[in-house]
């Protein structure tokens, strides 16, 4: 398995809402990264997790709330989101050794209404 | 700070070669990427670079200068399903340390 699958592919919210998006490889990567990319946008990272454990949080509003429950999965929560926070968001994995390059998600498209 | 430089748009003709330029300055460095990202979808892995030189897959090519900071991806036979944005990326050291990634280059192809 050389995938990392995201769900839900699509995502429609209101702003009271509470989702999760989803994210999970099978590949033993010990690093997933959570992305939020606007259109015409490269991505920006939120958050990486390493080893399970949370290594980097980029300053993410407390509306998006990362969980790793375990070394294959990573979920990201979302509460009371704003309208400017739609947009795709891509998970990611990697490898500690060797090649670090990056294995994404095909990602999450959300709206926020 | 980190600042990695890219060309913000290109236009080159179907059948033609293209040359997309990257150039870096990185508070380390481990490795330089490229992903081609088609609208609305998930980048995707082209190429990777840690040594000096060409690195040749197909019709992509990436080539790597560390001393001068620099890299470039080059697109032979251009086909028009190769409009997309082109991201460069860097690596800043070993593990598990996310990477950085160039604002990308929009690629259109035209007949």
């Known amino acids: 398995d050389t995938e990392v699958t995201q769900t839900p592919k699509h995502l429609v919210m209101g702003m009271t809402n509470k989702k999760s998006l989803k994210c999970e490889q099978h590949?033993?990567?010990?690093?997933m990264y959570w992305y939020k990319q606007k259109a015409k946008k490269p991505p920006e990272l939120m958050f990486v997790?390493?080893?399970?454990?949370?290594?980097i949080n980029e300053s993410v509003p407390s509306r998006f709330s990362p969980e790793c429950p375990n070394s294959s999965l990573l979920n990201l929560h979302l509460h009371a989101l704003q309208p400017e926070d739609s947009a795709l968001y891509l998970c990611?994995?990697?490898?500690?050794?060797?090649?670090?390059?990056?294995?994404f998600g095909s990602g999450t498209r959300l709206t926020v209404v | 700070g980190q600042n990695i430089d890219q060309p913000t748009e290109m236009t080159a003709t179907e059948g033609a070669i293209v040359q997309i330029n990257c150039t870096y300055q990185?508070?380390?460095?481990?490795?330089l990427f490229w992903y081609q990202q088609h609208a609305g979808e998930a980048p995707t892995f082209l190429s990777y670079?840690?040594?000096?030189g060409l690195e040749e897959k197909g019709r992509f090519s990436s080539f790597l200068s560390r001393s001068k900071g620099y890299s470039y991806l080059l697109l032979k036979e251009l086909q028009m399903k190769d409009s997309a944005s082109y991201l460069c990326?860097?690596?800043?050291?070993?593990?598990?340390?996310?990477?950085?990634f160039g604002k990308g280059t929009r690629l259109s192809v035209i007949a």
């Open positions: 590949m033993g990567h010990r690093a």
């Open positions: 990611a994995s990697s490898q500690e050794t060797g090649f670090y390059g990056y294995t």
């Open positions: 990185t508070s380390g460095f481990n490795g």
């Open positions: 990326a860097v690596s800043l050291s070993r593990g598990n340390t996310p990477l950085v």
């Open positions: 670079n840690v040594l000096d």
């Open positions: 997790y390493s080893y399970e454990k949370l290594s």
